[in-house]
């Protein structure tokens, strides 16, 4: 049953249930959870990629006392600074403080984030046997995230709704085959071009592990949850199709119904007829695409999230203002539309422009009551 629907049943009185659990999630009505279900808003909601890290001092101020792994396994600093970005920025979504890339531990990976290099996984997989020695990811083993989402939400205000998120399948495999980032994916497209048994088979195991993951972020009160699938772009639409589309849809298809699902990637506008095919609510937009081209590809029976150059916010308010409210009018006040930026906010972004940045949705967005 929907939250919305729930009604206080004429049951006996010592048969009804506490009135806490009767009440809909105030979260479920904020513009974000509106935009989401393609409702009308009274403004167009905004979040920000990356909208929790380096570029804010005080996540810089705790990252030195801690390795970032560490702060993703701490329940409650995650939640201290997933609040405390999406306070201080005035978001009308949190995103947890998490990463694609945890789910490469328990699946019999190491994972390393370095300095400067990004992250490192070993040993990569490069062959079937490789895909074989693999363990099935137990969606227990990822315990502290859903513990994290828990406190997250318990701190958040009621009225915040809060993201899960995982890796899409293409590019958890991506890093698993690299081990680490790249820029050709040319380990990656050698798996899928010379053998495509053992490709398909890496991307069913990611992919079954990745429906309990987010099944479990969802359960522990994810409101809505983003699949990133970043690096997906380098890809023909003829290769997304045979070689990744079936396995985003599974898992899009596998996870708990009723929660909207974000589906990202970036370097996709030639890929979005085919993203949208895959699944999702509300299709991500990079930059690269005019937002009003973009969203008619989609198709206006779904929502699109997008698609600020995060460079823009490098630039002076006017000019950010300015960029903001042409990406707004290409949405026309069509409802379904999140405002995000194309990509992750940069770390050399100032805190002050990324305030005036969402001040500025709210403002050049609101609509007549
Ligand atoms: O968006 C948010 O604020 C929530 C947190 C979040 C992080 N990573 C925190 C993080 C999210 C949603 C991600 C997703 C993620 N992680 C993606 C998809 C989004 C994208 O940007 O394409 C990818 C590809 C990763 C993998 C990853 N994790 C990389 C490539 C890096 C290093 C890049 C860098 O900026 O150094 C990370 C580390 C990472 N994940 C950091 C943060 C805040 C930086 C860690 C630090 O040094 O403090």
Known sequence: MRDEEKTVPS?????????????????????????????????????????????????????????????????????????????????????????????????????????????????????????????????????????????????????????????????????????????????????????????????????????GYLDGQIEAGAGAVQLFDSWVGCLSPEDYREFVLPHSRAVIEGIRPGTPVIHFGTGTATLLEDIREAGGDIIGLDWRVELDRGWAAVGHDRGVQGNLDPVALLADVPTLRERAARILARAAGRPGHIFNLGHGILPQTPVENVVALIDAVHELSERAA
Do not use: N
Not at 57 to 63: M, N
Not at 89 to 109: Q, T
Not at 128 to 137: H, I, Q, S
């Open 11 to 211: 049951h006996p009185s010592s048969l009804i249930p506490h009135p806490s659990s009767l009440i809909p999630h105030p979260w479920q009505h904020s513009p974000f959870m509106r935009a989401c279900r393609r409702e009308p808003v009274p403004f167009t909601p905004v979040w920000l990629m990356r909208q929790a890290g380096r570029y804010m001092k005080e996540y810089r101020a705790l990252r030195e006392r801690m390795p970032f792994l560490q702060l993703c396994k701490s329940p409650d600093l995650v939640s201290e600074v997933t609040v405390t970005a999406a306070e201080r920025i005035g978001a009308d979504a949190a995103i947890l403080f998490a990463d694609i890339l945890l789910i490469v531990e328990p699946m019999g990976l190491t994972l390393e984030y370095s300095k400067g290099e990004g992250p490192v996984i070993g040993p990569p997989v490069r062959c079937g046997a490789d895909v074989d020695r693999l363990r099935e990811l137990d969606p227990a083993a990822l315990d502290y995230v859903y513990q994290a989402v828990r406190q997250t939400r318990a701190d958040l205000k009621p009225e915040t709704p809060l993201i899960g998120f995982a890796g899409a399948p293409f590019t958890v495999a991506s890093y698993m085959i690299e081990g680490g980032a790249s820029r050709g994916f040319e380990w990656t497209k050698g798996m899928m071009y010379r053998d495509p048994g053992v490709w398909h088979e890496l991307m069913r195991r990611i992919s079954r592990g990745l429906i």
